[in-house]
Structure formats: structure tokens, C-alpha cells
């Protein structure tokens, strides 16, 4: 009975450490996801890398991103950061 009053305040520390720091971290990774998979033609968005530009085409995995007049570039879904307006 005493080794389990000594876990108490652990068990505790868990649990605060999971509702302050582990599951906002889940929810922010969740809405990233959502937002590279919704991701169309068109939109303003800004890579990890901090470039902005407007989508000009999707494929599967990566997207080609037109940064000026004759300039596209291929990125990873993975590398847009977030869309511009959002």
C-alpha cells in the first residue's frame, strides 16, 4: 500500500505532462496533415523553409509551387508549412 502512495505523484506528473505537452502536440501534428492533404490549386502557401508562392500543380506526394513568372519548384507535401489566409 505504501509502494502504491509513492507512485501517486508520478502517475500524476504523467498525466499533466500528457494533457500540457503531448496532446496539443498530437492535435497541431493532426491539423498539419489535414491541411498538406487538402491542399489544391491555387493556394497562397509558405514552405518550412519560409518561401512563399501559389500552387500550380499537385501530384501524389509533392507539389510544383510557381514562385514567379517562369520560376516553378517541386517541394514534398511535407515541406508546406501552411497556406496563406489560414
Do not use: C
Amino acid at each position: 500500500m505504501e509502494q502504491l502512495v509513492q507512485l501517486v505523484p508520478i502517475i500524476i506528473l504523467f498525466v499533466a505532462m500528457w494533457f500540457i505537452l503531448i496532446r496539443p502536440a498530437q492535435k497541431r501534428q493532426k491539423a498539419t496533415v489535414q491541411m498538406q492533404s487538402n491542399l489544391k490549386k491555387g493556394d497562397r502557401v509558405i514552405t518550412v523553409g519560409g518561401l512563399h508562392g501559389e500552387i500550380d500543380a499537385i501530384e501524389d506526394t509533392a507539389v510544383y509551387i510557381k514562385v514567379a513568372d517562369n520560376t516553378r519548384l517541386k517541394f514534398e507535401r511535407q515541406a508546406i508549412g501552411r497556406v496563406e489566409g489560414q
